[in-house]
């Protein structure tokens, strides 16, 4: 697991002014994108992230990026006998999608990439680098591995003159891209609830599922203060599955010369709501009593 934090610079406030201006994230996964056009909401997934640089959202990769292979289709894909020159090829074949993916739609976001989890579909080349990896270093991103907490922290100025003082808020998010299967919202919602249970933090997120489906969860703590106030406080914990970019059902779709219908088709799965979900978090300090303040962002999801 691993666990790293970044400093939402941007987001300071002092004690004469304490902007609440939010910042936005958005997990981004399940685009699976193979060199096939009608398959993948392309020109969707572009318009989404350009929205997101617009708004200077931050992004969160969820996995399966590209569509090259399957866990057990790796399997036996290093099972099998080949040639260097085969091995050469397939590493070509398997970087030039992600090349395809970056310049298509995810260019414009370079440097606004918390960073990137690794899916179930990816390619290993044979010095050890995977797709993933490659296309988190395309992005300035850092690799996140199976699962990731990420830290966001907000700084506060607080004091006046030659003695100010800075107090630090966090935001942390677990993140996974997901494992299993589960075609309602509820089968989602409790693969988070889940693990909530063994995890502490503000924003859960897995994908895998490719349903855009989130729910807000308050919960209720106390506050005990120096001069022996207390109060109870209130928080938000978001859970969400972050949608995907990979189409289901698409009209007159062919497999070499086969009228077959995608995976989706063929298993008789329900169709999903393309795209994904935004987080939006308001840093904010409230003062609780007389006694003093304390860090409770708001923190909303949209989809």
């Known amino acids: 697991m691993e666990l790293i934090s970044k400093l939402v610079s941007h987001q300071i406030a002092t004690e004469e002014n304490n902007p609440e201006e939010p910042i936005l994230l958005m997990p981004v996964g399940d685009i699976q994108w193979a060199g096939v056009e009608n398959q993948v909401a392309m020109r969707m997934l572009k318009d989404h992230i350009q929205w997101g640089v617009d ?24 099972g099998a006998k080949k040639y260097d020159s085969t091995l050469s090829v397939n590493d070509r074949a398997a970087l030039m999608l992600v090349d395809e ?64 003082h800075v107090k630090y808020g966090d935001v942390l998010i677990w993140c996974h891209h997901g494992v299993g299967t589960g075609q309602t919202s509820a089968a989602v919602l409790n693969k988070l609830l889940k693990m909530s249970t063994g995890f502490d933090a503000d924003i859960y997120l897995m994908a895998h599922l490719h349903r855009k489906v989130a729910e807000p969860i308050d919960y209720t703590f106390p506050v005990y203060f120096a001069d022996g106030e207390t109060r109870l406080a209130h928080r938000t914990r978001i859970m969400a599955c972050t949608g995907s970019f990979l189409k289901g059902y698409v009209e007159g779709n062919v497999i070499g010369r086969i009228k077959r219908g995608t995976y989706v088709e063929q298993k008789m799965l329900t169709p999903v709501a393309l795209g994904g979900v935004v987080v939006t978090i308001k840093p904010r300090w409230k003062r609780v009593g007389d006694s003093g303040e304390i860090w409770l962002p708001d923190l909303g999801v949209s989809q």
């Open 55 to 78: 708004h200077n959202a931050y992004f969160l990769g969820m996995g399966d990026y590209i569509d090259y292979m399957s866990p057990s289709g790796r399997e036996a894909y290093k």
């Open 101 to 164: 993916l970056y310049d298509r739609a995810l260019a414009p976001s370079k440097g606004r990439w918390l960073g990137l989890l690794e899916g179930h579909h990816f390619h290993e080349t044979t010095d050890g680098l995977t797709t993933d990896m490659y296309l988190a270093d395309k992005l300035g991103a850092e690799f996140l591995g199976s699962s990731a907490y990420v830290r966001l922290r907000f700084s506060y100025v607080r004091g006046k003159g030659e003695s100010p």
